[in-house]
């Protein structure tokens, strides 16, 4: 077990570096960069000449050697990552692994959330449909369950945007917190204060996830449901409830597991969409902002942290199924 | 009297087919598994809803400038309203709808001082099927005007209002999925065509070549897509013309979707690679090509199928995300995504909240093809 895990940790290094190369080279060959965005500050806010914020663009190219050739920025990046502190952000003008402890949790504590609940809500919903399947309860679920997989977690946002908004009245959006809030402790009223600002942007996840647990946990039960064990159970006289969930939904898990890989990359994905539409200041909204000015070393960081945190996502999935599964685990 | 022995079922006096023998259906040919899925999926209501708006999407995409009922280019009143359509008129109840023009009134609003806009109530516009309307070329060749429906005063009917620059939503919003459309449907044959060429490849041949291609595919999965689309998008230069911007954009997406199909498909292809009937050709000296071709592509077809029913989807929302961040198209062209540009602002979407109607073509299109592809993995093996 413990071999394999090094072998996986392992082979995720060459990845991991091959990847930061590929997106280093995609970010720096976008034209123009952050010393443009510089200039273009001076001009419109300092009122400064043509030549002045060029003259002070060139500085501070030369200040941040920025003209220096691509291998070598990426070398000293790479020096920076190693040690820790992920090199310094030209728009936040701190190190970038302050920005990353101010950014990572909360996009982290949205994505765990949402995975959690919608895994949970869904298996059960899941187990229930195939239960009871073609009744009425399980053409609601599944067609509910067809809905939420369908309905694309950027335009629900939107529109669900202009429905709180515009229609309901709801003030709690576009933060994390009201402004009172902002600077006091931790506490049950600035806990519910959090609630109320993000319980939309769970909402749009969590109907997404789900759907598709729900949809892949009714599925592989029907399977599981049609064994032979299963009718065995039956007819030594165990009730129907005890077999589906002693007998059935066990052996009915193992593929959800092998998704839960599959799972990571698109909560993440769907958390970034979502946070660009409500405007919530985490990884997503960081990503395009700093894409938009040129802080390629905060951009080429939040993309190393997701690939490895997609990585890790599929190691833990690797690792579950093996904790479920003793065909797998003593297989190796 | 042959070819009855080999079809799977036959026919009786009261015209039902009965399944007389199942197995030999393996052994059919290609036609009667096309009959086999059929029949299995005619069945499936939600496939066949799929379908039947599959259909319509590509038949309105085809030919989008007959069934718009405004030119999709001609700038009117900025953010007007949807025309109000009424069988109601002044003369009376009748079963011809009436519409009224939004018109720009001379009245002022108090606060703002911008022109107050209504319905023209005193001109009355019939809206007629088949109506003559702005100068288009149907299919980009045959020059003419007919418009599925529309009123017969030739001047613009704007059933879903009009956006920041006064053009027709919905004519936009037809005209739009040709390039949704077409722009998914292009990224997915790259895909597939890729992704079935290195999953076939890799998991047949197997060995060293296949650990190589597998770190690759590695690499493609670690790569975080979306951040990803829009740092490509923005290599773009500015100054390229619409048609090259549109086909890099194609090109990038297919470049960060292959890896997932080819993932499958090398799946299919090493449990396949196993079966008896593959081994005895390879034991009578069939070359590989022949192998694959013959033996094991047949078999992933069907997945393949039911893989780009739900690729088509995501690549057109893909397009509506990017569009929204202005990354997509550029002006000249039109897609659903481009259209949405304008609701990332707060304001604009409080006040003028039709030009969220491009949402319900991208819900349909995903929702049709969704269906789609459900009804599909069901049937595709009938067996």
Same mark, same amino acid.
């Given at each position: 077990?413990?071999?394999?895990?090094?072998?996986?940790?392992?082979?995720?290094?060459?990845?991991?570096?091959?990847?930061?190369?590929?997106?280093?080279?995609?970010?720096?060959?976008?034209?123009?960069?952050?010393?443009?965005?510089?200039?273009?500050?001076?001009?419109?806010?300092?009122?400064?000449?043509?030549?002045?914020?060029?003259?002070?663009?060139?500085?501070?190219?030369?200040?941040?050697?920025?003209?220096?050739?691509?291998?070598?920025?990426?070398?000293? *990046?790479?020096?920076?990552?190693?040690?820790?502190?992920?090199?310094?952000?030209?728009?936040?003008?701190?190190?970038?692994?302050?920005?990353?402890?101010?950014?990572?949790?909360?996009?982290?504590?949205?994505?765990?959330?949402?995975?959690?609940?919608?895994?949970?809500?869904?298996?059960?919903?899941?187990?229930?449909?195939?239960?009871?399947?073609?009744?009425?309860?399980?053409?609601?679920?599944?067609?509910?369950?067809?809905?939420?997989?369908?309905?694309?977690?950027?335009?629900?946002?939107?529109?669900?945007? =202009?429905?709180?908004?515009?229609?309901?009245?709801?003030?709690?959006?576009?933060?994390?917190?009201?402004?009172? *809030?902002? =600077?006091?402790?931790?506490?049950?009223?600035?806990? *519910?204060?959090?609630?109320?600002?993000?319980?939309?942007?769970?909402?749009?996840?969590?109907?997404?996830?789900?759907?598709?647990?729900?949809?892949?946990?009714?599925?592989?039960?029907?399977?599981?449901?049609?064994?032979?064990?299963?009718?065995?159970?039956?007819?030594?006289?165990?009730?129907?409830?005890?077999?589906?969930?002693?007998?059935?939904?066990?052996?009915?898990?193992?593929?959800?597991?092998?998704?839960?890989?599959?799972?990571?990359?698109?909560?993440?994905?769907?958390?970034?969409?979502?946070?660009?539409?409500?405007?919530?200041?985490?990884?997503?909204?960081?990503?395009?902002?700093?894409?938009?000015?040129?802080?390629?070393?905060?951009?080429?960081?939040?993309?190393?942290?997701?690939?490895?945190?997609?990585?890790?996502?599929?190691?833990?999935?690797?690792?579950?199924?093996?904790?479920?599964?003793?065909?797998?685990?003593?297989?190796? | 009297?042959?070819?009855?022995?080999?079809?799977?079922?036959?026919?009786?006096?009261?015209?039902?087919?009965?399944?007389?023998?199942?197995?030999?259906?393996?052994?059919?040919?290609?036609?009667?598994? %096309?009959?086999?899925?059929?029949?299995?999926?005619?069945?499936?209501?939600?496939?066949? +809803?799929?379908?039947?708006?599959?259909?319509?999407?590509?038949?309105?995409?085809?030919?989008?400038?007959?069934?718009?009922?405004?030119?999709?280019?001609?700038?009117?009143?900025?953010?007007?309203?949807?025309?109000?359509?009424?069988? +109601?008129?002044?003369?009376?109840?009748?079963?011809?709808?009436?519409?009224?023009?939004?018109?720009?009134?001379?009245?002022?609003?108090?606060?703002?001082?911008?022109?107050?806009?209504?319905?023209?109530?005193?001109?009355?516009?019939?809206?007629?099927?088949?109506?003559?309307?702005?100068?288009?070329?149907?299919?980009?060749?045959?020059?003419?005007?007919?418009?599925?429906?529309?009123?017969?005063?030739?001047?613009?009917?704007?059933?879903?209002?009009?956006?920041?620059?006064?053009?027709? &939503?919905?004519?936009?919003?037809? %005209?739009?999925?040709?390039?949704?459309?077409?722009?998914?449907?292009?990224?997915?044959?790259?895909?597939? &065509?890729?992704?079935?060429?290195?999953?076939?490849?890799?998991?047949?041949?197997?060995?060293?070549?296949?650990?190589?291609?597998?770190?690759?595919?590695?690499?493609?999965?670690?790569?975080?897509?979306?951040?990803?689309?829009?740092?490509?998008?923005?290599?773009?230069?500015?100054?390229?013309?619409?048609?090259?911007?549109?086909?890099?954009?194609?090109?990038?997406?297919?470049?960060?979707?292959?890896?997932?199909?080819?993932?499958?498909?090398?799946?299919?292809?090493?449990?396949?690679?196993?079966?008896?009937?593959?081994?005895?050709?390879?034991?009578?000296?069939?070359?590989?090509?022949?192998?694959?071709?013959?033996?094991?592509?047949?078999?992933?077809?069907?997945?393949?199928?039911?893989?780009?029913?739900?690729? &088509?989807?995501? &690549?057109?929302?893909?397009?509506?995300?990017?569009?929204?961040?202005?990354?997509?198209?550029?002006?000249?062209?039109?897609?659903?995504?481009?259209?949405?540009?304008?609701?990332?602002?707060?304001?604009?979407?409080?006040?003028?909240?039709?030009?969220?109607?491009?949402?319900?073509?991208?819900?349909?299109?995903?929702?049709?093809?969704?269906?789609?592809?459900?009804?599909?993995?069901?049937?595709?093996?009938p067996y």
């Amino acid at each position: 077990m413990l071999r394999y895990l090094a072998y996986r940790i392992l082979a995720a290094i060459p990845v991991l570096f091959v990847m930061t190369l590929i997106t280093f080279a995609i970010i720096h060959s976008t034209p123009g960069d952050y010393a443009d965005y510089v200039a273009q500050q001076l001009r419109v806010q300092g009122h400064a000449t043509n030549e002045a914020a060029l003259a002070a663009a060139q500085q501070f190219r030369i200040d941040h050697g920025l003209n220096d050739p691509l291998i070598i920025q990426y070398f000293r *990046w790479m020096k920076d990552v190693l040690t820790g502190n992920f090199g310094t952000s030209y728009f936040f003008n701190r190190p970038i692994s302050e920005v990353l402890a101010q950014r990572l949790p909360p996009s982290l504590g949205l994505v765990i959330t949402v995975h959690v609940l919608g895994t949970i809500i869904g298996v059960s919903l899941g187990i229930i449909a195939a239960a009871r399947q073609y009744s009425w309860i399980d053409t609601l679920i599944s067609f509910v369950g067809f809905l939420g997989i369908t309905t694309p977690k950027f335009l629900f946002a939107l529109v669900l945007i =202009y429905i709180l908004a515009f229609k309901v009245g709801v003030q709690e959006l576009g933060s994390f917190y009201s402004s009172y *809030w902002s =600077y006091q402790p931790m506490s049950f009223g600035k806990l *519910w204060n959090l609630i109320l600002h993000v319980w939309p942007i769970i909402l749009v996840g969590v109907l997404n996830g789900i759907s598709y647990n729900m949809r892949m946990m009714r599925g592989n039960l029907l399977d599981t449901l049609n064994a032979q064990y299963v009718e065995t159970a039956r007819a030594k006289g165990l009730s129907y409830g005890a077999t589906v969930l002693k007998h059935a939904v066990p052996n009915a898990l193992h593929p959800l597991a092998a998704y839960q890989s599959a799972v990571m990359r698109y909560m993440i994905e769907g958390e970034i969409e979502t946070s660009v539409i409500f405007g919530i200041p985490t990884i997503g909204v960081a990503i395009v902002l700093s894409m938009g000015i040129g802080d390629v070393l905060v951009t080429a960081t939040l993309m190393l942290i997701l690939g490895l945190v997609q990585i890790v996502g599929g190691i833990v999935s690797d690792l579950l199924l093996a904790w479920l599964d003793p065909r797998v685990r003593l297989g190796e | 009297m042959s070819a009855d022995l080999l079809a799977p079922y036959v026919k009786t006096e009261d015209g039902t087919y009965v399944d007389v023998a199942p197995l030999s259906a393996r052994f059919a040919g290609g036609d009667s598994y %096309i009959v086999l899925v059929w029949r299995k999926f005619r069945h499936s209501v939600m496939g066949m +809803i799929g379908l039947t708006l599959v259909t319509l999407l590509l038949l309105v995409a085809l030919f989008a400038d007959f069934f718009a009922p405004s030119d999709p280019r001609e700038p009117t009143l900025a953010f007007a309203p949807p025309d109000p359509i009424s069988f +109601i008129s002044k003369n009376g109840f009748s079963l011809r709808p009436q519409t009224y023009a939004i018109v720009e009134g001379d009245q002022l609003d108090p606060v703002t001082f911008q022109p107050l806009n209504g319905p023209d109530y005193e001109h009355p516009r019939p809206i007629k099927f088949l109506v003559p309307g702005y100068a288009y070329r149907l299919l980009g060749i045959i020059p003419a005007s007919l418009h599925l429906f529309g009123t017969d005063d030739g001047k613009p009917f704007h059933v879903l209002g009009t956006d920041k620059f006064g053009r027709d &939503i919905f004519s936009r919003g037809l %005209i739009g999925a040709r390039i949704s459309l077409g722009l998914a449907l292009i990224a997915v044959s790259f895909i597939t &065509i890729v992704g079935t060429l290195v999953g076939l490849s890799s998991g047949y041949l197997g060995g060293r070549y296949d650990a190589w291609v597998q770190r690759v595919v590695d690499i493609f999965f670690a790569l975080p897509q979306l951040p990803l689309y829009l740092s490509l998008a923005a290599v773009i230069p500015v100054t390229a013309p619409s048609e090259v911007f549109l086909a890099i954009v194609v090109v990038v997406i297919a470049a960060l979707n292959w890896a997932q199909l080819s993932r499958e498909v090398r799946g299919k292809t090493l449990a396949l690679a196993r079966i008896e009937y593959v081994r005895a050709a390879q034991a009578v000296g069939a070359t590989d090509m022949r192998i694959i071709l013959r033996h094991i592509l047949p078999n992933v077809v069907s997945h393949i199928i039911v893989s780009i029913t739900t690729w &088509i989807p995501q &690549i057109v929302l893909i397009e509506s995300f990017l569009g929204f961040l202005g990354f997509a198209v550029k002006p000249p062209l039109i897609s659903w995504g481009m259209m949405l540009q304008d609701c990332g602002n707060f304001s604009v979407l409080g006040s003028y909240p039709w030009i969220l109607s491009p949402v319900g073509f991208v819900l349909l299109t995903v929702f049709a093809f969704n269906a789609l592809g459900d009804g599909l993995r069901d049937a595709i093996d009938p067996y």
